[in-house]
């Protein structure tokens, strides 16, 4: 028997197997349930208790080799089977993360809020629920006045004259506020949604954003204004782009005016988005009207002012070529992800 362990021994040692398949043959050979070493042990039975005592340890030994020797074996067949399905190339390059975009609004309001900040203006807001005297009647509506129906109003209440509730239709209701409740001079600009009821098409929608200025102090001139909107428009399209006002009427002004730049798409030769003329409307604007500032308690005689207001859908659509109000509001990444800017 120590001779056949010998022989078995030197195998085991010599044992060199190719694959997976030549490993498992030797473990079925030797560590089978009918393998070599349970026979070995089978033999051992039947053998005088002397050579027991020697053949005994032996016969452990030789079992503890065949195991460690199988168990290594099987470790680096194992090893090489995960890295070979596992295979990674390592010159492929890394998966991103997926970061959010700015929306082209904010943007865009960052940027009109950036632009007058270096002219000093401070940024305000107000609620975007309003009672009818900041949104009508200390703007110089009167009441049933048709200047209200310019503005088809989401009323919540209707019957409570000025205390009436309703979205804001635009954000000149923050002026009042700001005029209200401080001392002049106010340079300020106030972003902000607004609502309007009105069916929801590629040019309208019933809800939108605005951003209104405000400059009250003494000598303030309809100069001021003009100037301080040109400025803003080379810093936002660029230099050489033109404007030009055109007399207009708002309840809250006197006198009114809308603006129009050159069309920033085809630089005034006519297009689809300036209807052919090479001028686009981007605000409304005008005087303080005196009526306005008595409301919200300024001496009228002391002070004068210019305000103006604008939609930032439409000063976003101008810069980006979006020809439906529609997108906006949506939510589709495919749109949204066009605007990838840093995020800070
Ligand atoms: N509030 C006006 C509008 O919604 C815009 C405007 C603001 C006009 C300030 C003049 C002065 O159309």
């Known amino acids: 028997m120590q001779e056949l362990i010998d022989k078995y021994t030197a195998e085991v040692d010599a044992f060199s197997p190719a694959n997976a398949e030549e490993l498992e043959a030797f473990r079925i050979k030797f560590l089978g349930t009918k393998g070599l070493i349970k026979d070995l042990f089978e033999q ?5 208790p002397e050579e027991k005592r020697t053949l005994g340890k032996v016969l452990n030994q030789f079992k503890q080799l065949t195991e460690a020797k199988h168990q290594e074996l099987k470790e680096q067949f194992d090893s090489q089977l995960t890295t070979s399905t596992n295979q990674q190339d390592l010159t492929l390059p890394g998966e991103g993360f997926a970061v959010g975009s700015r929306h082209p609004l904010s943007l865009v309001r960052n940027e009109i809020i950036d632009i007058f900040k270096r002219l000093g203006f401070v940024v305000a807001e107000g609620p975007e629920i309003e009672n009818d005297w900041h949104n009508f009647s200390a703007l110089n509506f009167p009441e049933e006045h048709p200047a209200r129906d310019m503005q088809d109003t989401f009323f919540i209440t209707k019957d409570g004259g000025q205390d009436s509730i309703a979205l804001r239709t635009h954000t000149s209701s923050v002026q009042v506020r700001m005029m209200e409740n401080g001392k002049p001079p106010f340079r300020a600009i106030m972003p902000g949604r607004v609502y309007r009821n009105e069916a929801i098409s ?6 939108f ?16 204004l003009k100037q301080t909107l040109f400025h803003f428009v080379q810093e936002l399209y660029g230099e050489g782009t033109k404007v030009r006002f055109r007399p207009s009427y708002f309840p809250f002004t006197e006198p009114s005016a809308e603006m129009d730049i050159s069309c920033t798409i085809c630089k ?7 209807k052919h003329s090479g001028w686009v409307e981007i605000l409304g604007c005008g005087m303080v009207d005196p009526n306005v500032l008595e409301n ?3 001496d009228s005689k002391k002070y004068t002012g210019f305000a103006f207001g604008m939609g930032i859908e439409r000063i976003t659509n101008l810069k980006y070529v979006i020809r439906d109000l529609r997108l906006f509001s949506e939510n589709d990444v495919r749109f949204l992800k066009q605007f990838k800017t840093e995020i800070v």
């Open 202 to 207: 590629a040019r309208a929608h019933c809800f």
């Open 268 to 274: 005034g030769a006519g297009c689809n988005m300036c």
């Open 296 to 298: 919200c308690g300024i």
């Open 44 to 48: 051992f039975k039947s053998t005088t």
């Open 209 to 224: 954003h605005q951003v209104e200025g405000l400059y009250v102090d003494e000598n303030v001139s309809f100069a001021d």
